[in-house]
């Protein structure tokens, strides 16, 4: 059975920075692409962030573009999310995903996965 374990959020005062993991277990992680999305309440989901299954080329979302790095580790099956220069507008559960992927690819749409974690949430102050 595949599960996605996110952690690192928290609250942070804006300027602040946070790092979040995602474990992936039950699967071949190496060969999954990885994208991060967010929810804030009353919005729909938004994607901040994808990487390749090698790691060589990364996505982001405008929001967030410039701020926050997606990186992964297929020696540890994690796939991190660095948050730097937060904004209350970045307050939000943040959700790590993952599909299979046969090829170079990142996925932005969230209907383009197939498994997800249970979500980390992330405060920030003013």
Known sequence: QVQLVESGGGLVQAGGS???SCVVSG?????WAMGWFR????KEREFVAA?????????YGDSVKGRFT????????????????LKPEDTAVYFCAARPSTGGYYYWGAYEYEFWGQGTQVTVSS
């Open 18 to 20: 946070l790092t979040l």
């Open 27 to 31: 699967g071949t992680f190496s060969t």
């Open 39 to 42: 929810q804030a309440p009353g």
């Open 51 to 59: 990487i390749t299954w090698r790691g060589d080329r990364t996505y």
């Open 70 to 85: 997606i990186v992964r580790d297929n020696a540890k099956n994690t796939v991190y999310l660095q948050l730097d220069s």
